[in-house]
């Protein structure tokens, strides 16, 4: 009995000075295990005497069972200690910095082109991207078999299930919305309509299948080129803020205007830049929407939004706006 109140102390001390599982197995091994001094003592039950047998025994086994459970209740602390490192807030640690993201570059560039227009009361309208061949080309006087048709490759669209009675398109430029617009309301009014465009192309440095436009259209009983001049020219003075800008008026042909101007800007006696595209809307794109052409009278033009953001922030490839590449995107 001494022994094993011995063996109990020499135990519990072993134990509080156990840190860690392989400590805590080394004590298991010396005390439980095959040769263990807890072990030694209950084979040796059987050679003892009744008495002492009887005294012995259920001391040891008692004692063993002790061992196990303190020996297994240190074990799992020690477990959860090992992870704890792990799971604790190192306070040393480096701030993680938060990344934020921001609107394209191309985004941008209508977000303020939208500003400009609507700080002179123009309205803001949509069209669809799938459109008819109706108002793609005929509604805008590009007639089928009209050699203009040619300035304009298209993507067409497979009719599918929907077994359209007309022919769809990727529209080729925002011009279709005019009639959309003209067709559900009433002059005077003026509109921009920026949108994305789609042309059948080889990419180059200026040129992609996927482009984005602004339309412009104003229609009144009065109205002249002499106001399509003052706000084009009001326009990109805000636009290029402060920047000088000389303005030329070239005659140029579109369908659906005459006459059909281009518009051409220097900025800051660099190079003379094509910009844009408008006119005097034609009467009979007029009677397409069926307002009466002797009553009405108005301007449109067209912009390409990606040139405008080339010409901004001086990119030399159309392309890296849709490259995904953040080592342009993140330059805006
Ligand atoms: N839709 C023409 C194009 O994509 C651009 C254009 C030219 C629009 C003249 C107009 C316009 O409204 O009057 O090439």
Known sequence: MEDIAKIKQAFLKGLGGAKDRAALEALRVEYLGRKGKLTLILRSLGGMVLEEKKKIGPAAQALRKEFEELLSNHEAVAKEGASAPHAAIDLTAPGRRFSRGHLHPLTQVEDEIRR??????????????????????????????????????????????????ENLLLRTHTSPVQIRYMEAHEPPFQIIVPG???????????????????????????????????VVEAFFEKFFKGRKIEFRYRPSYFPFVEPGIEVDIKIAGGKWLEIMGAGMVHPRVFEYAHYNPHEWQGFAFGIGIDRLAMIKYRVPDIRLFYSGDLRFINQF
Do not use: C
């Not at 089928?144 to 298209?154: I, L, S, V």
């Not at 339309?215 to 399509?228: D, H, M, R």
């Open 116 to 165: 400009i227009f609507a700080s002179m009361n123009f309205s803001v309208v949509e069209g669809p991207e799938v459109e008819s061949e109706y108002y793609n080309f005929d509604a805008l006087n590009i007639p089928a078999g009209h050699p203009a048709r040619d300035m304009w490759d298209t993507f067409w669209i497979s009719r599918g299930a929907k077994k359209s009675t």
């Open 196 to 230: 994305r465009t789609f042309r059948y192309e080889a990419t180059d440095a200026s040129h992609e299948i996927n482009f984005d436009q602004l339309e412009g259209l104003v229609v009144g009983k009065s109205i002249t080129l002499a106001n399509f001049k003052f």
